[in-house]
């Protein structure tokens, strides 16, 4: 590691437990409250970005470049759908505009050049 790590790092760091806890949840939810309407495969899907989100974060908080490889994809992949959820689900718009943001967020501070150092 290449020192300390700094604030926006932590900061990713607390957003994906968060993040990984909700997905976990959401999923979870999903499988087993019949009045979400969610299909299996979502669920399943939710569920394992959950998993994987919270399976990662020890190794971004330690500075492990493959764990911040594996939330950047993962984010784009959030943010993916947070776009075609504010596009396509009239209902749920201001989710997948919250999604989206959040990943955007995530995003700049997890390339950002303090968070290059920490993770060289």
């Known amino acids: 590691?290449?020192?300390?790590?700094?604030?926006?790092?932590?900061?990713?760091?607390?957003?994906?437990?968060?993040?990984?806890?909700?997905?976990?949840?959401?999923?979870?939810?999903?499988?087993?409250?019949?009045?979400?309407?969610?299909?299996?495969?979502?669920?399943?899907?939710?569920?394992?970005?959950?998993?994987?989100?919270?399976?990662?974060?020890?190794?971004l908080a330690n500075g492990n470049s493959f764990s911040r490889l594996l939330v950047g994809l993962v984010t784009v992949i959030a943010f993916i759908g947070g776009i075609w959820t504010l596009l396509t689900a009239s209902g749920q718009r201001l989710t997948g505009a919250v999604e989206a943001l959040i990943a955007v967020i995530v995003l700049a501070l997890l390339y950002s050049s303090k968070a290059k150092q920490f993770f060289r």
């Open 1 to 59: 590691m290449a020192g300390s790590r700094p604030a926006g790092v932590t900061l990713v760091f607390v957003i994906i437990l968060i993040e990984g806890v909700l997905a976990l949840i959401g999923g979870i939810l999903g499988l087993f409250v019949k009045d979400m309407n969610m299909p299996l495969i979502s669920a399943l899907i939710l569920i394992l970005v959950g998993v994987v989100y919270l399976a990662v974060a020890k190794g």
